[in-house]
């Protein structure tokens, strides 16, 4: 997400008049028996649990499909400048994101629960982002207030193939004839199969397991890393904050399972997934160009949403997940004017909702 900033006034106060106006907003007890009969007696009736596994069968192909979309609406603007607080200014920023995702996967035999290759085709990537911005009555037509965008990826089309390293742990990515641009595979994740969510080892309904928080944000916004999903005018490389949202991810999360289900044809196990989660990220300037400063970032997400498991396929079936968003941004800028360097803090904060949902293509 992109943070448009305020163009420097000719003076003190002229800045001070207009820097509330022009500024826009780039988480039983165990029962022990008594006795080695009861403990035969209890065991002869205990019910089997289910064992939730990924268990795609090598050569087999799964068109995938993943939509995102976030909105966000601004709940409070204050601004200070040299310390002081400047004018309040009544303020309405929206921003809705749209993420749509395709992608067909077909699959080498299985090593210890994970595919040994994954060879993925990239059919479709694109989206759109809208940033509105009302501004306080009769301030209106005050230069451009509505920004729309259309978003692309270089991947699109293309396929890129994911072998499993040898120890097991991690893939690398390349195109098939190793020729392309190496910059398109930076960041890429081979998982988009959600197996994060599922259990280790059997379960039995209403059985609960702990989730990291890491697999929910790697599932927001759509899995498989960073997919280069872009505007042609974004120049500002944004990895860096991906990253850091990632490394700083915290929070709790679980899975339930609630029995089956048959779904489209397909029996499935459900599972009721929520959790909260936050992560922050800073970009410091401080050190770059006049009008640069150091902007943090921080995202709660309050999740709740359910997985549907293809027993019989070993794969996901369908995916839904809503998430209550709040965000917060601040700017810490040092600005120059005719009169001197001000210092300038700007914080908002947004509240919004976001829908997920990812299904396999029959």
Same mark, same amino acid.
């Given at each position: ?25 780039? =988480?039983?007890?165990? +029962?022990?028996p008594?006795?080695?009969? &009861? ?25 995938? %499909?993943?939509?995102?979309? @976030?909105?966000? !609406? ?6 200070t +400048?040299d310390?002081?607080?400047a004018?309040?200014m ?10 749509h ?8 035999a ?8 994954? @060879?993925?085709?990239?059919? #479709? ?13 009769g301030m ?7 920004? &729309? ?31 392309g ?14 197996r994060?969510f ?5 379960? =039995? ?10 697999v ?5 916004? =759509?899995?498989g890393?960073?997919?280069? +999903? ?19 991810? #915290?929070?709790?999360c ?8 048959? %779904? ?7 599972? $009721?997934l929520?959790?909260? +989660?936050?992560?922050?990220?800073k ?10 400063g150091?902007?943090?970032?921080? &995202? ?16 996901? !079936? *369908?995916? @839904?997940?809503?998430?209550? %968003?709040?965000?917060?941004? *601040?700017?810490? %800028?040092?600005i ?14 947004? $509240?919004?909702?976001?829908?997920f ?6």
């Amino acid at each position: 997400m992109r943070v448009l900033k305020s163009a420097p006034t000719a003076s003190r106060r002229s800045f001070r008049q207009s820097a509330s106006l022009g500024w826009r907003c780039q =988480t039983m007890k165990t +029962i022990l028996p008594c006795t080695s009969v &009861l403990s035969l007696v209890l065991l002869s009736f205990a019910l089997p649990g289910d064992q939730l596994r990924f268990a795609v069968k090598e050569k087999a192909k799964l068109n995938k %499909v993943f939509d995102d979309k @976030t909105e966000l !609406h601004s709940t409070s603007f204050s601004m200070t +400048i040299d310390g002081d607080e400047a004018p309040e200014m009544d303020f309405k920023l929206s921003y809705d994101e749209k993420t749509h995702v395709e992608v067909t996967d077909e699959y080498g035999a299985l090593k210890d629960g994970k595919p040994s290759k994954v @060879t993925r085709v990239y059919n #479709k990537l694109g989206g759109s982002t809208l940033q509105k911005i009302e501004p306080p009555e009769g301030m209106e037509g005050h230069g451009d207030v509505d920004e &729309l965008k259309e978003r692309s990826s270089k991947l699109e089309g293309l396929t890129v193939v994911f072998k499993l390293n040898d120890d097991g742990d991690g893939y690398k990515a390349d195109f098939p004839d190793g020729k392309g641009d190496a910059d398109l595979l930076k960041r890429l994740d081979e998982d988009m199969d959600l197996r994060g969510f599922l259990p280790k080892g059997e379960v =039995t309904e209403d059985k609960s397991w702990e989730i990291e928080p890491e697999v929910f944000n790697a599932v927001l916004g =759509t899995p498989g890393g960073d997919l280069k +999903i872009r505007a042609e005018d974004d120049e500002e490389d944004d990895s860096d904050i991906a990253q850091q949202f990632e490394d700083n991810v #915290k929070g709790k999360c679980k899975g339930t399972y609630k029995g089956r289900r048959e %779904v489209d044809g397909h029996k499935c196990a459900v599972i $009721e997934l929520e959790g909260e +989660i936050k992560t922050h990220a800073k970009d410091d300037k401080s050190l770059g160009d006049e009008d640069e400063g150091i902007k943090t970032i921080a &995202l709660e997400y309050t999740l709740e949403g359910e997985l549907l498991w293809d027993i019989e396929e070993g794969h996901f !079936h *369908k995916c @839904t997940l809503s998430s209550k %968003v709040k965000m917060t941004m *601040k700017d810490e %800028v040092t600005i120059e004017t005719d009169d001197g360097k001000l210092e300038m803090v700007r914080v908002a904060e947004f $509240e919004g909702e976001s829908e997920f949902t990812a299904a396999i293509e029959d």
